[in-house]
T-cell receptor
């Protein structure tokens, strides 16, 4: 089946620094990718929809200047957490929709666990 | 977005069938019923989806009520590896539509 890979799987950073998380579709093209955040014992919360070659669409309450999303190619989207603070510590998950395929299935990455000290 | 209602948790024994219910009384005619599951510390995994007819695949079966206001995910023989949070989600079969996750059902499987 289709594979979505995220990197890094775990990252620890100091408060005030920026962290970039990559999401790659390994064997298919993805015009659209989605970024989620998940806090412990909670469900996934949609942060933004990323479209190749255009600006991301952010959900209400998600700061676009803090969570920078770039989707420069059909196989790669990146999420940069800028000036990270401890409250940004979370599990970040991306998912991808295969371009032109109407199965309706979305493919998810393994997740990236961010810890901000 | 049309909402779904699932029990918070369910328990099962290994090698027994599991029926996970989902209510979606406000479903629209264009909503597909999707099921995903999430194992601890992993991203969600697709299980199955359908529109009106019952669906079967190698992982599970999906039984959809005739009025589409409820559905049931059936795991035919639960294994320990099936212990996960199961999410029932309504989604338009339209490009660019995200999955909106509810709280899901935490399934425990005992040996």
């Amino acid at each position: 089946g289709a594979v979505v890979s995220q990197h890094p799987s775990r990252v620890i950073c100091k408060s005030g620094t920026s962290v970039k998380i990559e999401c790659r579709s390994l064997d298919f093209q993805a015009t659209t990718m989605f970024w989620y955040r998940q806090f412990p014992k909670q469900s996934l919360m949609l942060m933004a929809t990323s479209n190749e070659g255009s600006k991301a669409t952010y959900e209400q309450g998600v700061e676009k200047d803090k969570f920078l999303i770039n989707h420069a190619s059909l196989t790669l989207s990146t999420l940069t957490v800028t000036s990270a603070h401890p409250e940004d510590s979370s599990f970040y998950i991306c998912s991808a929709e295969e371009t032109g395929k109407k199965t309706g299935e979305l493919f998810f990455g393994e997740g990236s666990r961010l810890t901000v000290l | 977005d049309a909402k779904t209602t699932q029990p918070n948790s369910m328990e099962s024994n290994e090698e027994e069938p599991v029926h996970l219910p989902c209510n979606h009384s406000t479903i629209s005619g264009t909503d597909y019923i999707h099921w995903y599951r999430q194992l601890p510390s992993q991203g969600p995994e697709y299980v199955i989806h359908g529109l009106t007819s019952n669906v079967n695949n190698r992982m599970a079966s999906l039984a959809i009520a005739e009025d589409r206001k409820s559905s049931t995910l059936i795991l035919h023989r639960a294994t320990l590896r099936d212990a996960a949070v199961y999410y029932c989600i309504l989604r338009l079969n339209q490009a660019g539509t995200a999955l909106i996750f509810g709280k899901g059902t935490t399934l425990s499987v005992s040996s």
